[in-house]
């Protein structure tokens, strides 16, 4: 059975910098596009990167441009997201799901298997 299993998250201060994990369990992550998305407080939920089953990566928020970066371990079956230079609107919740196709796309709806989510508090 598919199951993703998020890690990594924690306090930090802003400027500082985090390595979420995402562990794929019953599927390889060769196959299908992996994405990460975050919820905030009273927000709705937003996606953050993805990476295809060839590695392109997707950036859906502007936000994180030049701060975030997505990558895969194959022999690990896990999906990182590297975050630098947080910011206290990077607060949230944080998400990775499992797309239906090889590539990612735009709507939450491609992606039909998610993890519990992992906490990602930065404050001073």
């Known amino acids: 059975q598919l199951q993703l299993v998020e890690s990594g998250g924690g306090l930090v201060q802003p400027g500082g910098s985090l390595r979420l994990s995402c562990v794929v369990a019953?599927?390889?992550?060769?196959?299908?596009?992996i994405g990460w998305f975050r919820q905030a407080p009273g927000k709705e939920r937003e996606g953050v990167l993805c990476?295809?089953?060839?590695?392109?990566?997707?950036i859906y928020t502007n936000a994180v441009k030049g701060r975030f970066t997505i990558s895969k371990d194959r022999v690990k079956n896990t999906v990182f997201l590297g975050m630098n230079n947080l910011k206290v609107e990077d607060t949230a919740v944080y998400y990775c799901a499992h797309a239906w196709g090889r590539e990612c796309g735009q709507s939450q709806e491609e992606f039909p298997r998610w993890g519990q989510g992992t906490q990602v508090t930065v404050s001073s």
């Open positions: 990476i295809s089953d060839s590695d392109a990566t997707t």
């Open positions: 019953g599927y390889t992550v060769d196959y299908r596009a």
